[in-house]
């Protein structure tokens, strides 16, 4: 009698989350798939259905997931400031190791336990900050698309240095503001790694 084609023991829903994330990392989110799951994890497709009833729930707990890697263990409301800036970091980092992150988290917004614990804790930091209770969860979404359009912008390679053009447009005087601010060269470009910390401490004072 031949003998049976090995498989895990069990594939529950956290596997099946933790190889749509794996794939979305490399090579790709469009290459996530029912079907490119269960490849992965060596099983029939239609066996993911029991714990994941369709792609979009799959997609929506994908972003769960990565919520769970934030450390929110050293964050305390006497140092807020500097600990929205060190959260600002670590969201950076996980974008930087799910670029597909940006694209899921504005099209899905899980209240999971980690996701449910991450928005707690920014929550808590701009109330120790003095932000108004009533704006409070307003507050905790521009700071994250700001951090979200940071940190992938700072993914994306440096800008050429821009064409004669740019000037030529600033000298027929019809953008005063801009020729203003340039001067006689453009700014140079800006480096987003660097300038981070920064950048998001200005926001954190502007939306307090």
């Known amino acids: 009698m031949p003998a049976r084609r090995g498989r895990p023991a069990t594939i529950g829903a956290a596997a099946i989350v933790a190889a749509a994330c794996d794939i979305a990392d490399e090579p790709g989110l469009a290459a996530v798939s029912m079907r490119a799951v ?17 792609k979009e729930q799959l997609l929506a707990a994908m972003v769960e997931q990565v919520a769970g890697e934030y450390d929110l263990t050293t964050l305390t409301p006497a140092h807020w400031r500097d600990d929205l800036v060190a959260l600002a970091r670590q969201q950076r980092d996980i974008i930087a190791r799910h670029p597909w992150l940006p ?71 019809q953008y005063p503001h801009f020729a203003a601010v340039a001067g006689r060269t453009l700014p140079p470009h800006l480096d987003l790694d660097r300038e981070f910390d920064r950048l998001v401490a200005r926001i954190v004072d502007g939306l307090l």
């Not at 359009?149 to 440096?158: G, I, K, V």
Request: charged share 15%; no cysteine.
């Open 38 to 54: 269960a490849g992965r994890l060596g099983v029939a497709a239609m066996s993911l259905y029991r714990h994941i009833p369709d």
């Open 103 to 173: 694209e899921l988290a504005s099209r899905f917004h899980p209240l999971g336990p980690a996701s449910l614990a991450y928005v707690e804790r920014v929550l808590g930091l701009f109330h120790a900050g003095g932000a108004p209770r009533q704006s409070q969860l307003e507050t905790v979404g521009l700071f994250n698309g700001f951090v979200t359009a940071l940190a992938a912008a700072s993914l994306r390679p440096p800008p050429t240095a821009p064409h004669q053009d740019v000037m030529d447009l600033l000298a027929t005087g």
